[in-house]
Nanobody, 124 residues
Framework: QLQLVESGGGLVPPGGSLKLSCAAS????????IGWFRQAPGKEREGVSC???????QYADSVKGRFTISRDNAKNTVYLQMNILKPEDAAVYYC??????????????????WGQGTQVTVSE
């Protein structure tokens, strides 16, 4: 069974950068579409970005031009490069895998497997 583990979160000042990783085990990650979601306290989980098995990508309007999603099939890992971070980007970030590999679906219920999350804090 596919298992996902996120890493790379931390504390950064506004304007800083972080690179999140989503490492997979138990299955080949390029058989899935992979989404990054985030959830801030008191808010619903929201889609941030997605990459299909054919490396098509999608971004939420709030992160376009600042975040970049990519995948390294040899390492069975998907990344989320986050630049020009803002306080409103602070949240727990989750990666998730969708068996419908060839398209991005931007809703939680579409995803079959989830990681445990990694905390991103943006503050002075």
């Amino acid at each position: 069974q596919l298992q996902l583990v996120e890493s790379g979160g931390g504390l950064v000042p506004p304007g800083g950068s972080l690179k999140l990783s989503c490492a997979a085990s138990g299955a080949t990650l390029n058989s899935y579409a992979i989404g990054w979601f985030r959830q801030a306290p008191g808010k619903e989980r929201e889609g941030v970005s997605c990459i299909t098995s054919r490396s098509g990508t999608q971004y939420a309007d709030s992160v376009k031009g600042r975040f970049t999603i990519s995948r390294d099939n040899a390492k069975n890992t998907v990344y989320l490069q986050m630049n020009i971070l803002k306080p409103e980007d602070a949240a727990v970030y989750y990666c998730a895998a969708d068996r419908l590999a060839f398209m991005c679906r931007n809703y939680v219920a579409a995803y079959n497997y989830w990681g445990q999350g990694t905390q991103v804090t943006v503050s002075e």
